[in-house]
Structure formats: structure tokens, C-alpha cells
């Protein structure tokens, strides 16, 4: 194994299983060909043809068009066409900084191929000379990658929350880290994909924060989100990322990310080229 392996199982995807779903001409995402079928159900909010799926243009305003939506996805969560419905509301839009068109249930962003997004907080600590890093595994019971490993902290980006202030309440949440520390972590990077998984299509852009913790710092789940924390020397991480898959899918890019920028992956490694290009390939 190797740590390209790591990129190459956030890049499996078929276009050809898919078509465009559109909204007011823009193609803002991706709709598996057996899910079309479902959304046939619903012509007053979905229009299928040969060139895709569109938001029927009778849908005027944000407003309208996600009440329409929420209708129409709340039909077919009884028929259990999503994994793990949250009731948290994502925006839909062409781009991170376009004005989105409207919201959709986060459980369904990936059933319709709409680009998601994310926060993840590198937490590490410094030994000496040597770098640990605080590592959490997530909780049993979660519906998505239970018991897998994860970044000390890490969540999706809503609709009604700044990324900033998305980081800060995920911190809290997920690693009762206080609003004073989590607000000196430092935005460094970001790391994309598109893969196909169970839920559905993840078209992910995962925006990356380094904090350097205090060595008496102890983080603590409050959301019942996470099973327990430890605390990795930083060669530990790497391995485990580079020779298994014990890290959630998208965790394990974001840690390559962390030790290229440290420079515990340096020019001459033989994968360095590769893992520039690939951790950005979504």
C-alpha cells in the first residue's frame, strides 16, 4: 500500500452511470441513472429527459424551490432512499462563494451529485522536536464510517454558518475544545474528490485548519460523535495512512496534505508529485 492508494479510493467514479441535474441552465450536479427513476415521481419539481434531470422552472426564488425539494426528498426518505438524515439544510450553488439556488437535506447531497463541503481541524501537539497529532475514532453507531479514524475535529458545512463559525462549534461538539483556542487555528489548505460510495456521489471540497494544541489539552466529546481520542506520534499517523485504510476515506487526504506541508513528505519522495495533483483532483 501506499499513500496514493489513499487518493486513488476518493477518485472512483463512472460518468457514464450519471447525467447532469440542472438548475436554471447550470449543471450543479450528478444523478446516478437508477435514482432518475425515482425522481420521475415528482414532475412538478424535477423534469427528466434525455439531456438530464432539471429543477422544473416554475420554481421561482430560494425560498420556493427548497420547499418544493425538501417535499419531494422527504417522500423518498420513507422509502429509504438516503443514509443518515440529519435535518441539516446544505446550499446548493455553482460554486463555495456563488449565491445558492436553493437548500437541500444534507443526506441527499450526494444522491444528487451536488458539491458538499466541509471542515476538518488538524490538532497537534509538539513534543520536543517531534510532532503528535490528536486523532479521534469515530463512535460505533455513526451511519457513516463507524469506528473509523478521523481528524481530532471534523464536520460538513451547513447552509447558515461561515466556515469559521462552523469550526469553532464543530470544536466544541465534537472535541470540547473552548471558543478562545479553537479560534487560533489557522486555515492552511483544502483537498477535494469525487468518489462513489454508498451514500451516493461525494463531490467534497474539505477546508483544512491547523491548531497547535497546549501539551496539558485534553479533548472530550460532547456529542456522543466520537468513541475516544489519542494522541499519535506523527510517524504513527503516517504509516497508518500509507499502509491501511483505518482512516475515513477523506481524513486520510487531509493528513497527506498535513505531512506535506510539515515537510514530513518531502520533494524527493517518489509518490511527491502525484499526491500534489491527486489531493485536488475533485
Not at 420556493?64 to 443518515?84: H, I, K, M, N
Not at 470540547?176 to 483556542?181: E, K, M, N, V, Y
Request: charged residues 30%; hydrophobic residues 45%; proline residues 5%.
Amino acid at each position: 500500500m501506499s499513500f496514493v492508494d489513499r487518493i486513488a479510493e476518493c477518485n472512483v467514479f463512472d460518468p457514464a452511470g450519471y447525467v447532469p441535474f440542472r438548475v436554471d441552465g447550470a449543471d450543479l450536479g450528478l444523478v446516478h441513472r437508477e435514482f432518475v427513476d425515482r425522481l420521475r415521481r415528482f414532475p412538478d419539481v424535477f423534469r427528466v429527459d434525455g439531456a438530464g434531470v432539471v429543477l422544473d422552472g416554475r420554481l421561482i426564488g430560494f425560498e420556493a424551490r427548497t420547499a418544493a425539494v425538501d417535499a419531494a426528498l422527504r417522500d423518498l426518505r420513507g422509502e429509504g432512499a438516503f443514509v443518515a438524515w440529519r435535518d441539516e439544510a446544505y446550499p446548493v450553488a455553482e460554486s463555495f462563494s456563488a449565491p445558492p439556488v436553493f437548500a437541500m437535506e444534507r443526506a441527499a447531497v450526494p444522491r444528487f451529485g451536488v458539491r458538499g463541503y466541509g471542515v476538518h481541524l488538524n490538532g497537534y501537539v509538539r513534543d520536543g522536536d517531534r510532532l503528535k497529532m490528536w486523532i479521534a475514532r469515530r463512535a460505533m453507531d455513526k451511519a457513516l464510517a463507524p469506528g473509523k479514524l478521523d481528524q481530532i475535529v471534523a464536520g460538513g458545512q451547513p447552509a447558515d454558518l461561515t466556515l469559521r463559525r462552523n469550526l469553532v462549534k464543530e470544536a466544541a461538539e465534537e472535541a470540547d475544545i473552548p471558543a478562545g483556542l479553537a479560534a487560533r487555528a489557522v486555515g492552511v489548505s483544502a483537498v477535494s474528490y469525487c468518489t462513489e460510495r454508498a451514500e451516493g456521489l461525494r463531490r467534497d471540497v474539505e477546508f483544512i485548519y491547523d491548531l497547535e494544541l497546549p501539551r496539558d489539552f485534553t479533548p472530550r466529546n460532547t456529542d456522543g460523535e466520537v468513541g475516544s481520542f489519542e494522541l499519535w506520534p506523527i510517524e504513527e499517523v503516517a504509516a497508518t495512512v500509507r499502509d491501511t485504510d483505518a482512516f475515513k476515506f477523506n481524513c486520510a487526504l487531509v493528513v497527506i496534505d498535513f505531512l506535506i506541508r510539515h515537510g514530513l513528505i518531502e520533494p524527493d519522495h517518489p509518490e511527491f508529485v502525484d499526491l500534489i495533483a491527486g489531493l485536488r483532483r475533485g
